[in-house]
């Protein structure tokens, strides 16, 4: 029968007010490189780069910390983006033709990015059919006028229009048509064929009244504006791609689909001119490919540069992505391994200089963004601050390490450092320097690492806005692999021509798939750390400053502890090198421990002080005494059943008969089950029940959600054996006759898929002096403690033994160094063992029921992610709770009480159909997390209302003195998403309950709540709303009441809001 259980009457206000001091949820900052970039922009004055994307995010980037991000309402490519100098607005074409125009704004002090205006030429045909034909005024390329107040649209029809940028309108009267440029053509060329669109467009730096127009037939012309007339005409007939006028203005560099480029001089009079001065193709006389882009820089001592993208021979190198730098007789051929978006020179733009005098290049490509010295010979890369291609090699894991110590991380810098010694020189410093950090030095540091497909882990500093890379560790070069012999096929081709200068650090392509990384643990006390592989490679390495030569221990260890009737048809082992290695200064190997069968290590963590390191895998788990390199244990979890285990991620052999097979017996089982329970109905029961659920409850009394039925696992599904999490602790174990009597010691914990969980304990050395680095000489054994298996063999995802306090013990060397409070051994301890379906507590030693929490029966959703977090109040420094932060299968976060496992919070952070976002998530130490929005970037969030990493920045911006600030003009909504489904920025200045402020709506500058203001990434009010809305578990029968009788007067004020925000937009927008 249907039972209803009623809480204690109404919710606590105290502990509401509590909970908001506690938790807030922000998607603070993105970090890594845009995903897809398609365009590239760089105001010289103010020193800031905008990137647009794929999606239709925009990203400005200044000094590192400053960083501002928006969005297009529409999904739409940004294809081209153009800065008006020192004003802090950008302009954006997408690739609809609409054009938009965004505004840096200051509020209190704080910079961020809103769009102001759009702008849409007329006359643009629909989209009723895909053999439409293109739109003559689709624009195809955008030129700022010196003054900054004009734009000047090329479009395919070959008319160029004139655009007010303050207002976003047409400049009636100033169109310019190909009709009024073929008049002052001589007779033959106008009687070939037409101009075409319009390629390029070039102003004049000296003289704001003069524009160059190129023509994709190759026509070249200088159109004087003020006096409506055409000055110079270049009768070109190569197909034109694109053009760079010299800084006085005397020549004119285009450059050419057949791969050539072309030097004009514009001091000729009137007559066309029919050749140019110099015509080159560079990588000739075969046939090559067109260059893109080309640039022409005068120096001052001498010479200019001449820097171009493709133009490569086809046959032999049409599949390379290249930028040539040449200067007198110096070539060097920029190789990448993604394509070239767009770069530019930073050099001088003010018109009174006489020379460019180029200081750094920037080339923008499709995975990564490189900057060149043009000061220093040789032309060396300056190393990025931030934007670093995360996915240099394919992201396999990831783990984040809190309040690393002052010693560890300079010994991390240190060996970086040594890693890519920089030439010492003042001039390789990074350009992009606009702006200031206004955010706190940040109180801790903060490691992320991240293990890559190569067999690389990489570390990062995320201690603030800009990801910023540490080290990078390698341990390929421990194995024996195919590396050399790609290296020896690099050095041969170097002399070769075209000069080729490899650049860039994205490589997406591994030599060995089983060097993959798929765990990584760091002891941030000892400077030990444990990397496994895809291959069952388990290392154990050291910090070192110095570096040496040694040989590197070799032990085995068998999980299937012989067990007839397994066969493992997966990949093999590595080999590793024999002998003495030379290894370079940062983390170097001390213990290489091999899994037999080879599988992927699924689960591993690090005892320093015990000096152990236990290790799982799709076939058991063992333990292993590095101290000693010996092996303690080894134990399988393999399931009769379970052969599929046996062929490893890598095989091909997987039996699609078999699969066929377990998937009938599944969809048999539950129509049998479904057939049952339907059988067993008693409708008598269905209708009582049905009765007395709909009769109103009372006022202050909240009814517990009905639990879902949560059908057991089968024991003999496949993979059933898989070691999901390990873990050490300092606990009690052992059964004694009183409580008084129990003793504590070390123990392991391990969590399998079929829901089993096997504690041992663990007789280790015990140290003479506390703290000391390495325990005493001696064997150390494991003897099985306690096992327990869940009811419905759910995959355990974590375990954590909570001290009598019911707070998570500390870390190895915390206690015994003073760092950290001493967990209290003289109350009874519990553990914590979360499922995919529950939270669940039990006493110890006697592991008997204490609490539980059905996560999937009350919710409807499965665990993902778990970790103990520690969160700070904002109204008191001195308070804090440790709470239990999870990740669902539908991308939502909850946090509940320890050891209570009360619901606190919970919020929509990640789309469920994000499957790699979720299984990337790593929760910190202090309420914040990351998780992958593309393989080339992290979203930070935060679940602190007082640990928030966000960017906070200004900008120094010199607006013109008749200016007004657009953004006023266009009033939107907050946009529901950002790229790749992160929040977008605030368009219109929110109160505290997201209301547009009144104050703003006026065009004043008044102040306003710091919340709505402090940062370019503030939390979208759609978010929220998802988030208050998502609690359908807690909604009661008197706040459906309350919905339906406020609903319709709320419906018609929205309805009247918004056409009146409607009539105002009509008012600006030209459609």
């Known amino acids: 029968m249907m039972k209803f259980r009623f809480r204690r009457q109404g919710a606590d206000p105290q502990r509401e007010k509590l909970k908001q001091e506690l938790f807030a949820f922000n998607k603070t900052v993105e970090h890594g490189f845009p995903n897809q970039p398609s365009a590239l922009a760089f105001d010289p004055e103010l020193r800031i780069m905008a990137i647009g994307t794929r999606s239709g995010a925009v990203k400005i980037y200044g000094a590192p910390g400053v960083e501002f991000t928006g969005l297009h309402r529409d999904a739409a490519t940004v294809t081209q983006m153009h800065f008006l100098p020192g004003q802090g607005r950008l302009l954006t074409l997408l690739d609809d033709s609409s054009l938009h125009l965004w505004e840096i704004i200051h509020h209190n002090g704080c910079a961020h990015l809103e769009e102001a205006l759009s702008f849409q030429l007329p006359g643009r045909p629909g989209f009723d059919g ?27 029809g070959g008319s160029v229009f004139f655009l ?65 007339c055409v000055d110079h005409v270049f009768l070109g007939n190569q197909q034109l791609e694109s053009l760079c006028w010299g800084r006085d203005g005397s020549t004119v560099t285009s450059s050419h689909s057949d791969g050539s480029y072309a030097v004009w001089s514009a001091d000729v009079g009137s007559s066309p001119a029919l050749q140019p001065t110099v015509a080159t193709t560079p990588y000739g006389p075969f046939p090559c490919k067109a260059i893109n882009k080309i640039l022409w820089r005068n120096c001052e001592s001498g010479g200019h540069f001449i820097i171009f993208s493709g133009g490569m021979p086809r046959a032999s190198y049409g599949d390379r992505h290249c930028v040539s730098v040449l200067r007198a007789e110096v070539l060097v051929t920029l190789d990448f391994t993604s394509r070239i978006i767009d770069f530019f020179t930073v050099h001088s733009t003010r018109p009174e200089d006489e020379f460019d005098d180029p200081q750094a290049l920037a080339v923008l490509l499709e995975e990564e963004l490189v900057v060149l010295d043009l000061q220093t010979p040789g032309w060396p890369a300056v190393p990025a601050p931030y934007l670093a291609p995360l996915h240099s090699s394919a992201i396999t894991c990831s783990a984040h390490v809190a309040n690393v110590p002052a010693k560890l991380w300079a010994r991390i810098v240190s060996a970086g450092e040594q890693q890519s010694p920089q030439p010492a020189s003042s001039a390789s410093s990074w350009p992009i320097t606009g702006g200031r950090n206004l955010a706190q030095e940040p109180s801790q540091r903060g490691l992320l690492l991240t293990g890559h497909e190569d067999g690389t882990v990489r570390f990062w500093d995320a201690s603030g806005v800009a990801l910023r890379p540490l080290y990078k560790l390698s341990t390929a070069g421990l194995f024996q692999t195919d590396c050399e012999h790609a290296d020896s096929l690099a050095q041969a081709a170097e002399d070769d021509w075209p000069p080729f200068r490899k650049v860039g650090c994205f490589d997406p392509y591994s030599d060995d798939p089983r060097l993959g990384v798929q765990k990584v643990s760091l002891c941030k006390y000892t400077a030990q750390m444990v990397v496994a592989g895809t291959a069952g490679q388990v290392l154990v390495l050291e910090l070192s400053d110095v570096p040496s030569e040694h040989a590197v221990s070799v032990a085995s260890v068998d999980l299937l502890q012989d067990r007839e009737g397994f066969t493992w048809k997966g990949h093999e082992r590595l080999s590793p090198r024999a002998g003495l290695l030379p290894w370079a200064a940062g983390f170097q190997p001390r213990v290489l421990v091999q899994c037999l069968p080879p599988a992927a290590v699924t689960a591993v963590t690090l005892h320093t002080e015990w000096g152990l ?81 709909e009769q109103a409850c009372p006022h202050d009394v909240e009814m517990t959600p009905v639990q879902r039925r949560i059908e057991p696992r089968s024991a003999d599904d496949s993979l059933s054996g898989v070691v999901r999490c390990l873990y050490f602790a300092d606990t009690f174990l052992r059964d004694e006759l009183c409580l008084a009597a129990a003793h504590h010691g070390p123990t392991m914990w391990a969590g399998t898929n079929s829901g089993s969980v096997f504690a041992y304990a663990l007789e280790v050395p015990v140290a003479a002096a506390a703290g000391s680095e390495k325990r005493p000489e001696g064997a150390v054994e494991a003897v099985l403690g306690k096992e327990v298996q869940l009811m419905h063999r759910a995959p355990v995802v974590a375990i954590a033994v909570l001290d009598g306090r019911g707070r998570p013990l500390p870390e190895p060397y915390e206690a015994s160094r003073d760092l950290a409070q001493a967990p209290d051994m003289q109350g009874g301890h519990a553990v914590l063992i979360a499922s995919e379906e529950q939270f669940k507590v039990f006493t110890l030693p006697k592991v008997s029921a204490k609490t539980k929490f059905k996560l999937t029966a009350h919710e409807g959703c499965r665990v993902r992610k778990v970790a103990l977090a520690t969160f700070a109040s904002v109204a008191c420094e001195d308070y804090a709770e440790t709470c239990l932060a999870c990740l669902t299968n539908l991308g939502d976060v909850h946090v509940f009480s320890v050891p ?39 979203e930070r969030f935060s679940l602190s209302a007082r640990n928030i990493t966000e960017p906070l920045c200004s900008l120094d911006i010199s607006w013109p003195r008749n200016a007004t600030r657009a953004s006023y003009r266009l009033r939107e909504s907050p946009k529901l998403s950002q790229a790749n489904g992160t929040p977008s920025i605030i368009l219109a200045p929110q109160s505290c309950d997201g209301s547009p402020d009144p104050a703003h709506s006026k065009g004043t500058d008044t102040s306003e709540p710091l919340e709505a203001v402090l940062s370019p990434m503030s939390v979208d009010s759609a978010t929220s709303a998802d988030t208050t809305l998502d609690t359908t578990g807690d909604v009661t029968v008197e706040d459906v009441k309350d919905f339906l009788s406020s609903s319709s007067e709320e419906s018609e004020k929205n309805l009247r809001n918004l056409a009146e925000d409607e009539a105002r937009a009509c008012a600006i927008l030209i459609k």
């Open 130 to 156: 895909a053999s439409a034909p293109p739109s003559l005024t689709r624009v195809t390329v955008v030129l700022l006028v010196a003054a900054g107040d004009m734009a000047a649209l090329g479009t395919e």
């Open 164 to 228: 007010d940028v303050t207002t976003l309108t047409l400049l009636e009267g100033q169109t310019l048509g190909p009709d009024e440029v073929l008049r002052s053509l001589p007779d033959d060329y106008r009687c070939g064929k037409a101009l075409g669109p319009v390629e390029s467009l070039q102003g004049h730096l000296r003289d704001p009244t003069k524009i160059l127009i190129g023509y994709s037939r190759g026509l070249l012309v200088i159109w004087n504006q003020a006096a409506r």
């Open 613 to 693: 390191v236990a290790f799982g895998t799709s076939h058991g788990f063992g333990l292993f005494d590095y101290q000693r390199k010996s092996p303690v244990l080894a134990r399988c979890t393999l399931h009769p059943n379970d052969s599929l285990a046996m062929e490893g991620p890598l095989s091909r052999v997987k039996s699609l008969k078999k699969s066929l097979r377990q998937s009938f017996r599944r969809i048999r089982k539950s129509r049998v089950s479904g057939k049952k329970r339907a059988a067993n109905a008693n409708s008598k029961l269905q209708e009582a029940n049905a009765q007395l659920a």
């Open 900 to 938: 209570g496992l009360r619901p606190q919070v919970h919020y929509s952070c990640i789309r469920k159909e994000d499957i790699s976002g979720i299984a990337s998530c790593v929760f910190t130490r202090h309420g914040q997390g990351f998780y992958l929005i593309s393989p080339s970037e992290f």
